[in-house]
């Protein structure tokens, strides 16, 4: 079953407002969590890497004043899109991997993505 | 040069055959190898990792490894249209236990 929850899993919004996303490790403590974006008939895209209690680490060209990324707990992180325009439209996927000595260390798994549309 | 790199495909089989996805990789203090399946629209989702040079089989999947060339590969047997996704190939850093580097994909259609 899965192991990483991502809530919502899409979200309709009008252009200037914020939107929040959840991800959600269910099985094991995400001491890293990822968060990648998809536009269609593209590759991934890492936008950042957030460890547990601390400030996330951003990709060249990825705004972090505009995807705001909260990792408060070995189980939860946030991605908040502030200021959304419709180019923010796209398939935002989390992703989580635990450090090692315990469960799910031995990879990234992947949450089943939100897919954000801006009006 | 791309640390992971693979063919973007379209890769083209008919169903029945064995598909052939190919993967190779830069680093060579590299560990661990994945595979991952991308179904259009979907997240990916772990099919198979491997660690040592050789062969994986499970069921109809078949990872080898050769750390010496640097190469990867995914066997599909007796391919189904339901196999039809894209496979990204993943590579742990040495040291593993960080963020993977994924290739770009290699998009498999399973021809009825």
């Known amino acids: 079953g899965a192991v990483v929850s991502q809530h919502p899993s899409w979200v309709i919004c009008k252009s200037g407002t914020s939107v929040k996303i959840e991800c959600r490790s269910l099985d094991f403590q995400a001491t890293t969590m990822f968060w990648y974006r998809q536009f269609p008939k593209q590759s991934l895209m890492l936008m950042a890497t957030?460890?547990?209690?601390?400030?996330?680490?951003?990709e060249q060209g990825v705004e972090k004043d505009k995807f705001l990324i909260n990792h408060a707990s070995l189980t939860l992180s946030t991605l908040t899109v502030t200021s959304a325009h419709p180019e923010d439209s796209s398939f935002y996927i989390c992703?989580?991997?635990?450090?090692?000595?315990?469960?799910?260390?031995?990879?990234?798994?992947f949450g089943p993505g939100t897919r954000l549309t801006v009006l | 040069q791309k640390e992971v790199e693979q063919n973007s495909g379209p890769l083209s089989v008919p169903e029945g055959a064995i598909a052939s996805l190919n993967c190779t990789y830069s680093d060579r203090g590299s560990q661990s190898f994945f595979w991952y399946r991308q179904y259009s629209g979907k997240s990916p989702e772990l099919i198979m990792f491997?660690?040592?040079?050789g062969d994986k089989e499970d069921g109809r999947f078949t990872a080898q490894l050769n750390k010496a060339s640097q190469y990867v590969s995914l066997l599909i047997r007796d391919s189904q249209p339901s196999d039809s996704a894209t496979y990204l190939c993943?590579?742990?850093?040495?040291?593993?236990?960080?963020?993977?580097?994924f290739g770009t994909g290699t998009k498999l259609q399973v021809i009825p």
């Open positions: 957030s460890n547990e209690g601390s400030k996330a680490t951003y």
């Open positions: 992703s989580a991997r635990a450090l090692a000595g315990g469960p799910r260390t031995d990879t990234q798994y």
């Open positions: 993943a590579v742990d850093p040495p040291g593993g236990y960080q963020k993977v580097t």
């Open positions: 491997i660690y040592s040079n």
